[in-house]
């Protein structure tokens, strides 16, 4: 293989790649990337066994050809390589060695025989449709802040991606809180299966979705999910579990509404919970006529309270909530205002975009 690429270009490539790779493997070729130069491009294959992606760009190629080098390394090469640089890539195929060039740079990296490198089975997919990136983009990242670290329940490890009520419908929860996010179904998607997109997964697919205009092709079976763009094919199992009843815990009784700018609650969450233990961090709303108080009370560290102007014309409520639970729930919000659907001080809380149904959280609420 011989073949020359862009250095910002072998960067990019490698910065997706490197990310899949796990630092600590067991099986030596896990830790690298395969290289493969064809035509006028190259794919970098990337795989940890659960996630394959892989990236083609455009590059000029001598001779074709396939290697396998070390994933962190190269990246690391590239990355303290100059802008601009044109960077060569060769491998002869018989001194197991990839030989890097960059102007006077020189490097000559290792590398494992490419029919070592495990290439992920294609699936049959049931279901094809294509997304626009925003779209998809707002259903995963207005959604991943619930999706529970808790391994044992490792069916709540990931994105919950079906279709329901005639929309595409992503939700998260950790049993604390929930988000559950709507949007237009794709034509293709009506019988989309439901499955579980790790929370890895999400992570990766985000860095393919910053592309406004990109179009991306989604194709789902049982057991995989695969997002595609010419460039980028990012390829997943799915958790292999069952994802629980989420409508049960949403509520629907939820009478006393306060609406609250929401930047301004945020921020009010954020100092008041300054001086709260880190472990419970929590924080008590006091509601009544028009007005909120955020109160936190740490024996050893101190108290700190702040009254923000909402509308609310319910009886007094007093409910306290996890700080951190509260932020990221707030932060979710891009419109100016959110509205809070509360029951009493043990059930819990619905949050809304202003009047945006295809939005909906719920966090449980704490004895404070």
């Known amino acids: 293989m011989k073949a020359s690429i862009e250095r910002s ?5 490698m910065g997706r790649a490197q990310s899949v790779v796990e630092r600590r493997n067991t099986i030596p070729i896990l830790g690298n990337v395969l290289i493969e130069a064809e035509g006028a491009q190259i794919a970098f294959r990337a795989t940890d066994l659960d996630i394959e992606v892989v990236d083609r760009t455009a590059a000029v190629v001598e001779r074709a050809g396939a290697t396998t080098v ?42 494992l025989p490419r029919e ?39 069916y709540l490890n990931g994105v919950y991606m079906h279709s329901a009520e005639g929309k595409l419908r992503c939700v998260a929860t950790d049993g604390h809180r929930l988000a559950r996010i709507d949007a237009d179904l794709p034509e293709g998607a009506e019988d989309l299966p439901g499955v579980i997109v790790p929370r890895k997964t999400v992570g990766e697919l985000r860095k393919l979705l910053d592309d406004d205009d990109a179009q991306i092709a ?14 980028i094919t990012l390829t997943s199992k799915v958790i292999d579990g069952s994802f629980p009843d989420y409508t049960r815990v949403i509520p629907t009784g939820n009478t006393k509404r306060m609406e609250v700018d929401a930047a301004e609650f945020a921020q009010a969450v954020d100092r008041v919970s300054t001086v709260s233990s880190e472990r419970s ?38 409910i306290g909530f996890n700080a ?32 945006d149904e295809s939005a909906v959280y719920v966090v449980m609420p704490m004895r404070v």
Request: some cysteine.
């Open 70 to 111: 070390g994933a962190h390394t190269l990246h690391e090469i590239v990355r303290k390589l100059p802008d601009g640089a044109m960077i060569e890539l060769h491998d002869d195929g018989a001194s197991g060695r990839l030989e890097v060039r960059a102007g006077r740079s020189h490097f000559s990296l290792a590398t």
């Open 324 to 355: 951190k639970y509260l932020l990221e729930i707030a932060s979710q919000v891009d419109r100016e205002n959110a509205v809070f659907m509360f029951n009493s001080s043990g059930d819990p809380t619905l949050m809304r975009e202003g009047n």
């Open 218 to 231: 989604v194709s789902v079976s049982e057991t995989k999910i695969r997002f595609a763009t010419p460039e």
């Open 9 to 13: 270009a072998l960067l990019r490539a």
């Open 281 to 318: 961090r929590a924080v008590k709303l006091v509601l009544e006529d028009d007005r909120l108080i955020l109160s936190v009370n740490a024996p050893d560290a101190g108290a700190a309270d702040e009254e923000l102007a909402v509308a609310y014309q319910d009886e007094r409520l007093e």
């Open 116 to 154: 070592d490198f495990p290439i992920m089975a294609s699936s049959e997919y049931a279901c094809n449709f294509a997304a626009k990136a925003p779209m998809l983009r707002r259903l995963f990242d207005k959604a991943k802040f619930a999706i529970s670290t808790e391994e044992t329940r490792y």
